[in-house]
């Protein structure tokens, strides 16, 4: 079965770095687009971007570009969302979804979610 | 706000049908496939429709989805009380460097 398992629920203050994970399992991490989707909890979904594992090619939507860095570890199929100085707009709900072998693909898999607060 | 353009929230009882529409563009719904999501209150978002019109393994044929132009709909036949969950629509634009567009999404109450 596939299984993106996400790590836990973050507290940080504006200014800190931080970087979440998504670990998975089920199919050949190196085959697929992954990335991350935002959502402000009572609000819409917001696509932030993509990697590809086998090349790490990198999609990120405009709304992000800059503002966050998607990687993965290939030895552990490990995708990982990294923000540098977090703003309290940050706050929100990531989570990880697997694409199919084209980026185009939909969303086939999602992660549990996690939680990201940023409070002073 | 949202690329796509759906109604905030469609409404309707037990066996009814409904309809959720998603409007987009020319470089979006106009050029490439429409996906479904359904997600309920406090988890993560599940595939419902993709490609347009096809169903994953599981997912009730109540459940169907077209597109014409650059609009998209969701039709859900024979209501169900466990239908009730917010519907997010979605397709790709890679004209402008945003590459996966969602709806605003629309909350479905089942009255």
């Known amino acids: 079965d596939v299984q993106l398992v996400q790590s836990a629920a973050e507290v940080k203050k504006p200014g800190e770095s931080l970087e979440i994970s998504c670990q998975t399992s089920?199919?050949?991490?190196?085959?697929?687009?992954i990335g991350w989707v935002r959502q402000v909890p009572g609000k819409g979904l917001e696509w932030m971007g993509i990697i590809h594992p086998g090349d790490f090619g990198v999609k990120y939507s405009s709304s992000f570009q800059g503002q966050v860095t998607i990687l993965v570890d290939t030895s552990i199929n490990t995708a990982y969302l990294q923000w540098k100085s977090l703003k309290a707009s940050d706050s929100a709900i990531y989570y990880c979804?697997?694409?199919?072998?084209?980026?185009?693909?939909?969303?086939?898999?999602w992660g549990q979610g996690t939680l990201v607060t940023v409070s002073s | 706000q949202s690329v796509l353009t759906q109604p905030p929230s469609v409404s309707g009882t037990p066996g009814q049908s409904v309809t959720i529409s998603c409007s987009g563009s020319s470089s979006d719904i106009g050029r490439y496939a429409v996906n479904w999501y359904q997600q309920f209150p406090g988890t993560a978002p599940k595939l419902l429709i993709y490609?347009?019109?096809k169903r994953p393994s599981g997912v009730p044929d109540r459940f169907s989805g077209s597109k014409s132009g650059t609009s998209a709909s969701l039709a859900i036949t024979g209501l169900q009380s466990e239908d009730e969950a917010d519907y997010y629509c979605?397709?790709?634009?890679?004209?402008?460097?945003?590459?996966?567009?969602f709806g605003g999404g629309t909350k479905l109450t089942v009255l």
């Open positions: 490609e347009t019109f």
């Open positions: 979605a397709s790709w634009d890679d004209s402008r460097n945003v590459y996966v567009v």
């Open positions: 979804a697997r694409h199919g072998l084209a980026a185009a693909d939909p969303i086939s898999y």
């Open positions: 089920g199919f050949l991490f190196t085959d697929y687009w």
